[in-house]
């Protein structure tokens, strides 16, 4: 059931950050920054990629990708469409990830992370992804609404 619901959760705000992307009348302001926007929506983009196919695919699904985190945030001008296919390669990432996991994955210690606090389970870690990803979706719609005029 847990599973379910977080593939379900992901999934569906990997495709609203996907649409966010697309609705942007002007692809240079997805890169755009100005006064206390300090997050262009495509660095948030580029870094919930990379935070997801870290901490679910690599560490959890054994993937071989490798995050540069700096390049999350200082990397520019990546064309929409390659966002978009960032995003569904994430989705698909995950939902094969979660569904290679058993409930007793899910209870076990999440492998060598710093941002858990008292939990440290696997399944509170996806949920603390499921939640991290929503916060900055709702930064990159702020973001496309005040920024691509």
Known sequence: MLKESLKKLLTRDL????????QY??????????????NSAGNLCLHLVGNLKTFIGKELGKT????????????????????????EETIEVVNYTIDQ???EDLEK?????????DDRSVKYMLIYLSSHLAYHLG???YHRRLLDI
């Open 15 to 22: 495709n609203k950050v996907k649409l966010e992307i697309e």
């Open 25 to 38: 009348q002007n692809d240079k302001n997805i890169w755009r920054v100005e006064n206390s926007v300090s």
């Open 64 to 87: 071989d990708y490798i995050r540069n985190r700096e390049l999350e945030f200082s990397l520019k001008d990546v064309p929409k469409s390659e966002l978009v296919k960032q995003l």
């Open 101 to 103: 996991l058993t409930e």
């Open 109 to 117: 210690d999440y492998p060598e992370v710093k941002v858990l606090e």
């Open 139 to 141: 930064q990159i719609n």
